[in-house]
């Protein structure tokens, strides 16, 4: 039951009940939107939004929310998914078996004194796949490099060779480590430049290995024990710093990013290429500038420069045009990745990123 409470709220978010405003009329439902569908495995958060809206990162202003629960956005495999008029509204919600009446009576206030129900995600579909994510969630940062560059580096390994496996011993130079505590050892990446301004905003950097302190020698030198290995060869160079935590929320939404300005492509990621739907790349805007997990934000090519022949061959430039959508997954603070949402043309370095039109 407390399931069926949990999603009737989520799909009501997908299609929530904010009022409309002159400058803020009511999403657009497509035309051919269902008006009931079971959540299949493999669906996204986004994809269910976009079989219902024009505009899918207005999910919320359409999703019938149920106020006793602290988690109100959850859908699971097997859910029954339904549009309904509810006090002059289009909503939507999750058939809890008494149709649009019980969406409605979800969408009330808890009773007085009655506790708010805080549910588990376990089990609920993704905003994005999440596999398509998994690797920049886990162990790739963006770091100073001023900062990167000061911190003990791998000097050697106890065999002279390169590290593959748990149990080998590595030594580090630099500022003393501790013993006994655990450090990451990180694979020194490329640097990110600002398309704009050509200033080097960051430094990516992989974490091919975590180690056990085991000793300091008179001379600095830290000695560590390997404990886990990531896929990757430790090498001489390799930076060790203590191991920084996942910042990423366990769920998050797709929703109209709120950024102090506007922000460009800096690197299509895993690629030398082009970006599709279902890439990952690489933006100049972070928690510096209040981008957040979730934010969604619409990418724009610019136009190409053309010939006027009505006036001697003047150069003029077409206006940018979209070209898709993304949707950020992970911050630092000048760069985040993002994931495409949907690309109607390829998406390189330098397009330009704003927020969605609330239209």
């Not at 770091?143 to 000097?155: R, S």
Request: one cysteine or more; hydrophobic letters at 35%; a neutral charge.
């Amino acid at each position: 039951m407390v399931k069926q409470l949990v999603a009737s709220s989520v799909i009501a978010a997908l299609l929530s009940t904010a009022p409309a405003h002159a400058n803020n009329p009511p999403p657009t439902i497509k035309a051919d939107a269902p008006n009931r569908y079971i959540v299949k495995k493999g669906d996204t958060l986004w994809d269910i939004s976009g079989r219902y809206l024009n505009s899918p990162w207005r999910w919320k202003d359409i999703w019938a929310t149920n106020k006793q629960i602290k988690n109100p956005h959850l859908i699971y495999p097997g859910d029954i998914i339904i549009m309904c008029i509810i006090q002059g509204k289009t909503l939507i919600g999750v058939d809890t078996g008494e149709g649009c009446a019980g969406i409605e009576k979800q969408m009330g206030e808890a009773p007085a004194g009655q506790t708010v129900t805080i549910t588990s995600t376990a089990g609920s579909i993704p905003p994005i796949p999440l596999s398509a994510i998994q690797h920049w969630l886990d162990k790739t940062l963006i770091v100073n490099p001023a900062d990167f560059n000061t911190t003990p580096y791998v000097l050697a390994s106890k065999n002279r060779n390169l590290i593959t496996s748990e149990g080998d011993k590595i030594y580090a130079k630099g500022v003393p480590l501790i013993v006994g505590q655990k450090y990451g050892v990180y694979h020194e990446g490329d640097p990110y430049v600002d398309p704009k301004t050509q200033q080097i905003i960051g430094l990516e950097v992989t974490q091919v290995a975590t180690g056990l302190v085991t000793s300091v020698a008179a001379n600095g030198v830290s000695s560590l024990q390997l404990t886990d290995t990531y896929g990757k060869e430790v090498r001489e160079g390799d930076r060790v710093f203590v191991e920084l935590g996942n910042t990423v929320p366990p769920v998050f939404y797709p929703t109209p990013a709120k950024v102090d300005r506007g922000g460009l492509i800096v690197r299509v990621m895993g690629s030398i290429g082009s970006a599709a739907k279902g890439s990952v790349v690489a933006i100049n805007l972070g928690s510096s500038n209040g981008a957040k997990p979730g934010d969604v934000l619409t990418v724009y090519r610019k136009g190409p420069k053309v010939r006027d022949i009505k006036d001697n061959d003047t150069p003029v430039q077409l206006p940018s045009e979209p070209a898709g959508m993304v949707m950020v997954f992970k911050t630092f603070g000048n760069i985040s990745y993002a994931y495409v949402l949907s690309s109607e043309l390829p998406l390189s370095p330098g397009d330009q990123l704003l927020p969605p039109p609330y239209l």
